[in-house]
């Protein structure tokens, strides 16, 4: 087999974006859009030349809340906290007042001001969530509409909160038998409970975000969700690249080099993509595995590979700085998640935006974000991931299918940006709150901005309780610091 030479590039950096420096999977990298990808009938579409992004209405004065389990800065971020602070940041750019709840990890400021929004740090990973309640019900008068994230257990917000006031709850993907993966079986229990009963419940006349049409599938048939629910996608960041100068070539990367990228979690299953140098050592000698990424299971991983006697090809990198992380990246042929549970897959996209495809499970949330056949390849029931990225290499050693396969990756990836996110989420709020602009605008949409997907699963409608406009006090002035 013959691998062509991977074309790397370089990321122009964003400006003023802040270093996710807990989630290395979660930072998207930048990609220019192929000419000519999509179609007529394709709703996700890229806009053509010269038509200005659509941002969404004007917020001005409106005051929200977004609560989320951790913000990005911290050690075991991810692509939720990577989705709760980017459109936290375009709701503050169109002119809402912002405050951002979460834990806080020991080094981190109580108070802070980030781009514009204000983050509150209060309690730990489990008494965050009191924590958070006694504040918003404290300060239940200072908010028009509360973003509820819930990553697997609820802030239950709308307890707390005045029924004039606002509450869309945002869920990723639905834990389910996650829980079992860290707690014991009674807690576990809890955890479902509260996941499914106790939320249902109590979010039952909430408009709902997701992330992917499987998670929204889940939610309905695991937890009973009877709230309306609305799909609004992860972003990226496309932008100009520039070429690398200083590219490693085959013999520092392996031919072929697979990559995988993300947390170092035990629900990731990463063990499972290092297990592909022993499974695939004779079919491919020069292979070599890259695993990007840092957590609790980065230990057990080494000692894994010390093991196995895997440790001339596998490359345990860690946390990589965002342009070295996008070197390996866009130097890999072929990008693997073993994960079992996604609400959509950032990294398949971060990936795809240099032209890497993916091997994944077919799971929800993974089986939307790869295009089987066409951006990568599912391991469906039945299937040896090794035996999937065996036919991935096989087909992608063949120079025309490889940059087929690289082409679609890029248009697929350029669909999904975080300001046709922002732009859905701003119309959102402005529809819970009686504001104009709420209506989806005709004619070309932004990368990324497809259209609103119908939600007929429901016989539960919304029932509006008023938008609420409680006295304006921006009692949210946190300490500025430097970003």
């Given at each position: 087999m013959v691998f062509q030479k991977v074309h790397r590039t370089r990321q122009e950096a964003e400006p003023a974006l802040p270093a996710v420096t807990g989630a290395p999977a979660a930072a998207v990298p930048a990609q220019v859009p192929p000419a000519g990808t999509g179609t007529p009938a394709d709703p996700g579409a890229p806009t053509a030349p010269g038509v200005?992004?659509?941002?969404?209405?004007?917020?001005?004065?409106?005051?929200?809340?977004?609560?989320?389990?951790?913000?990005?800065w911290q050690s075991a971020?991810?692509?939720?906290?990577?989705?709760s602070w980017r459109i936290s940041r375009h709701l503050a750019e169109r002119g809402a007042i912002v405050t951002f709840l979460t834990s806080r990890e020991p080094h981190q400021a109580r108070v802070e001001t980030r781009d514009g929004v204000v983050i509150r740090r209060m309690g730990g990973r489990f008494t965050v969530y009191p924590r958070v309640m006694a504040w918003l019900a404290l300060w239940r008068r200072e908010y028009q509409l509360a973003f509820d994230c819930m990553n697997g257990v609820p802030f239950l917000c709308r307890l707390?909160?005045?029924?004039?006031?606002?509450?869309?709850?945002?869920?990723?993907?639905?834990?389910?038998?996650?829980?079992?993966?860290?707690?014991?079986?009674?807690?576990?229990?809890?955890?479902?409970?509260?996941e499914s009963t106790?939320?249902?419940?109590?979010?039952?006349?909430?408009?709902?975000?997701?992330?992917?049409e499987s998670s929204r599938r889940a939610m309905r048939e695991k937890l009973g969700w009877r709230a309306p629910i609305e799909i609004i996608h992860n972003g990226g960041l496309p932008g100009p690249q520039?070429?690398?100068?200083?590219?490693?070539?085959?013999?520092?990367?392996?031919?072929?080099?697979?990559?995988?990228?993300?947390?170092?979690?035990?629900?990731?299953?990463?063990?499972?993509?290092v297990d592909l140098a022993r499974a695939l050592r004779e079919e491919h000698p020069g292979l070599k595995v890259h695993i990007i990424g840092r957590g609790p299971e980065g230990e057990p991983l080494a000692d894994q590979v010390a093991r196995d006697g895997t440790g001339d090809r596998v490359r345990l990198h860690g946390f990589l700085p965002e342009e070295e992380k996008n070197s390996v990246l866009a130097s890999c042929h072929l990008h693997v998640t073993a994960s079992e549970f996604e609400g959509w897959g950032l990294t398949v996209i971060e990936a795809a935006r240099l032209g890497v495809p993916t091997v994944a499970y077919?799971?929800?949330?993974?089986?939307?974000?790869?295009?089987?056949?066409?951006?990568?390849?599912?391991?469906?029931?039945?299937?040896?991931?090794?035996?999937?990225?065996?036919?991935?290499?096989?087909e992608l050693s063949d120079p025309l299918r490889a940059e087929a396969v690289r082409r679609a990756c890029r248009a697929w990836a350029s669909r999904f940006t975080w300001e046709a996110s922002g732009a859905r989420m701003t119309r959102l709020v402005a529809r819970e709150l009686g504001l104009p602009g709420a209506a989806e605008p005709d004619g070309p949409r932004t990368p990324g901005a497809s259209a609103p997907a119908p939600d007929t699963t429901t016989s539960d409608p919304l029932t509006p309780d008023g938008?609420?406009?409680?006295?304006?006090?921006?009692?949210a002035a946190g300490r500025k610091t430097k970003t």
């Open positions: 200005p992004a659509d941002l969404g209405p004007r917020l001005d004065g409106v005051r929200l809340v977004m609560v989320n389990w951790r913000d990005p971020a991810g692509g939720a906290e990577e989705y707390v909160l005045r029924r004039s006031t606002r509450v869309v709850s945002v869920v990723h993907h639905v834990h389910d038998l996650q829980f079992n993966a860290y707690f014991p079986a009674p807690v576990a229990w809890l955890g479902r409970r509260l106790v939320a249902s419940r109590v979010y039952r006349r909430c408009t709902t975000v997701t992330v992917s520039k070429p690398l100068d200083d590219a490693p070539g085959p013999a520092d990367m392996g031919c072929p080099a697979v990559v995988s990228l993300g947390r170092l979690v035990v629900q990731k299953r990463v063990s499972r993509v077919d799971v929800d949330g993974l089986r939307d974000s790869v295009r089987d056949g066409e951006t990568g390849w599912l391991v469906r029931e039945g299937e040896e991931l090794a035996d999937v990225v065996a036919r991935a290499l096989e938008p609420g406009a409680p006295a304006a006090r921006n009692t």
